[in-house]
């Protein structure tokens, strides 16, 4: 089977490919391993994740993207190129068509960085895809049709709000804030109250397992381990569910900001179908427990999280490269 196109959600925290027909066959951590020596890269993905925290001085482990864009071109690249061959396979005769998704409030040069490392990779041709657009797709939103639809994405390194109407977007704002601010957020604040360090993996760990953005009538909680500030010695504690709707209190007040700002900007025929249908949340960060109630509670909007919301833009972005045609006017660049 010759593989002509690859749809890529290329994101801050994981990148997943998807295939026509095949639907996402990758989905695996944005993580690259590099020798410090000789600059090569030694794995991407899973392995390269595992890696995180845990390298001698002469591997670092790092994410080339930040924020939903390239903060290191030439890693990008690579990681880019592993991932077209692991989805497409080593040998190939046809170079393939791959549309990537990127954030809404993306620059023109960060746009052409997209562009030029994903032809550097080994693609044909390259398009691109504005998230809130693909992830509208990939939740099944008609956004061809002339009423308005709000979708929220929210992924490691970014947060999009966008209002849909027609194929396009009518009112949208981005803020950098995600799953990766939660993380740091999380790891500062039990550094601070309970004097102990962790590591990135444990504060994403301790998230997915109890945090919420509304406080719990009952409490989760969990034991983590970590380094005592104080002694330098190993030590374990019980954290609860409180703890993380607290320590990310602050990121999510900047999110529910820029949500009110798009909200303010859309409008007011589209407002009123926004009230009428209710926001979709898509992303891994909208899996964050309640994050749907307080959005509502903040906004007076009801909100639904997607089915699969991690899939969503990968899916969507997908179902755009299969009809190029029907989603001409939502594809940013070509080339």
Not at 277 to 296: E, P, Q, W
Request: aromatic fraction near 4%.
């Amino acid at each position: 089977m010759f593989i002509k196109r690859i749809g890529i959600d290329l994101g801050t925290a994981n990148t997943l490919v998807h295939l026509p027909n095949r639907g996402i066959v990758i989905n695996e951590p944005s993580v690259v391993a590099i020798s410090k020596i000789d600059k090569a890269i030694l794995a991407v993905g899973d392995e390269a994740k595992e890696m995180l925290g845990r390298t001698p001085d002469t591997i670092v482990a790092q994410r080339p993207l930040k924020d939903g864009v390239i903060a290191d071109y030439k890693t990008t690249e690579a990681m880019l190129r592993y991932f077209i061959s692991k989805a497409i396979g080593g040998f190939r005769i046809f170079r393939p068509e791959v549309m990537v998704s990127v954030p809404a409030g993306i620059t023109s040069t960060e746009k052409r960085a997209v562009i030029d490392a994903t032809m550097a990779a080994g693609a044909k041709a390259a398009y691109i895809i504005k998230e809130p657009i693909a992830a509208a797709i990939g939740a099944n939103v008609p956004i061809g049709s002339a009423s308005g639809h709000m979708i929220i994405d929210m992924g490691g390194g970014t947060s999009e709000m966008a209002v849909i109407s027609l194929g396009g977007i009518v009112a949208n704002t981005s803020v950098r804030v995600a799953g990766n601010k939660f993380d740091l957020a999380t790891s500062g604040y039990i550094r601070k109250k309970y004097n102990l360090a962790i590591g990135e993996r444990t504060a994403e760990e301790i998230k997915i397992k109890v945090g919420s953005a509304l406080f719990l009538e009952k409490k989760l909680t969990t034991d983590i381990r970590g380094r005592d500030m104080i002694t330098g010695l190993p030590r374990m504690i019980s954290i609860s569910s409180d703890d993380i709707t607290n320590a990310i209190q602050e990121e999510l007040e900047e999110i529910i900001t820029a949500l009110k700002s798009v909200l303010q900007d859309t409008p007011p025929e589209l407002s009123a179908d926004v009230m009428d249908k209710g926001m979709v949340l898509a992303g891994g960060s909208s899996l964050l427990r309640n994050i749907d109630k307080l959005f509502s509670q903040a906004t007076g909007v009801p909100a639904y999280v997607a089915d699969d919301p991690l899939l969503c833009v990968a899916r969507g972005t997908g179902i755009a490269l299969d009809n190029l045609e029907s989603y001409k006017r939502s594809i940013l660049a070509t080339k």
